[in-house]
């Protein structure tokens, strides 16, 4: 399996709060990814990043900001959390051939 | 960008060879196929992708219409494992971040 890990595993926050979920990867994959998945949606990418410093919006970026500052970890900020971010969040990775993405476990957040 | 359309969700029995169709009608040239499948509570996991001849894998087949617009993921013994949600993804190699996932066919295995 692929070594890719996601903290926190389930957060519940109130409206308003600023959130921050976190990816880390042992394998130094240049390619990194924040979906959410919501039910009817299948998954959904937020924003990813090609390498460190660079990255750059997805499908459903609004109220979604990200940062890379090492090849290892990609966060994920929420800088204000509303209910309709209440969502199960992936991170993946893809390496230089981008064949196959693989994913972490995902982040359950309950925004109240 | 082109679209997949997949069954909402199939049945099949344990040990027999399951079907999972696919529709592309839209491909172009430069999509590969690729399919992945989500086991309850888990992030999505590859299973096999391919451009436009038939593939084969330890997990499964893919068998690719010579037209391109559609394909078949083929399971050759269902277990009660292959329960999941598979999705059929084109994916655009001048474009490789993007990923457009669909809401998948929900397979059951029944034993």
């Known amino acids: 399996d692929a070594g890719i890990t996601q903290s926190p595993r389930h957060k519940v926050t109130e409206t308003g709060t600023p959130v921050t979920l976190r990816c880390h990867q042992t394998?130094?994959?240049?390619?990194m990814y924040w979906y959410r998945q919501d039910p009817g949606h299948g998954l959904r990418l937020i924003h990813y990043?090609?390498?460190?410093?660079?990255?750059d919006k997805g499908e459903v970026s609004d109220g979604y900001s990200v940062s890379r500052s090492k090849t290892e970890d990609f966060l994920l900020t929420l800088e204000s959390a509303t209910s309709s971010q209440t969502s199960v969040y992936f991170c993946a990775i893809s390496g230089q051939g981008q064949e196959t993405q693989y994913f972490g476990p995902g982040t359950r957040l309950l925004v109240l | 960008d082109a679209k997949t359309t997949q069954p909402n969700s199939m049945e099949s029995n344990e040990e027999e060879p399951v079907h999972l169709p696919c529709n592309h009608s839209?491909?172009?040239?430069?999509?590969?196929i690729h399919w992945y499948r989500q086991l309850p509570s888990q992030g999505p996991e590859y299973v096999i992708h391919?451009?436009?001849s038939n593939v084969n894998n330890r997990m499964a087949s893919l068998a690719i219409a010579e037209d391109r617009k559609s394909s078949t993921l083929i399971l050759h013994r269902a277990t009660l494992r292959d329960a999941a949600v598979y999705y059929c993804?084109?994916?655009?190699?001048?474009?490789?971040?993007?990923?457009?996932f669909g809401t998948g066919t929900r397979l059951k295995v029944l034993a």
């Open positions: 839209t491909i172009s040239g430069t999509d590969y």
């Open positions: 993804i084109l994916r655009d190699v001048s474009r490789t971040y993007k990923y457009i």
């Open positions: 391919g451009l436009t």
């Open positions: 394998e130094n994959h240049r390619y």
């Open positions: 990043s090609y390498g460190v410093k660079d990255t």
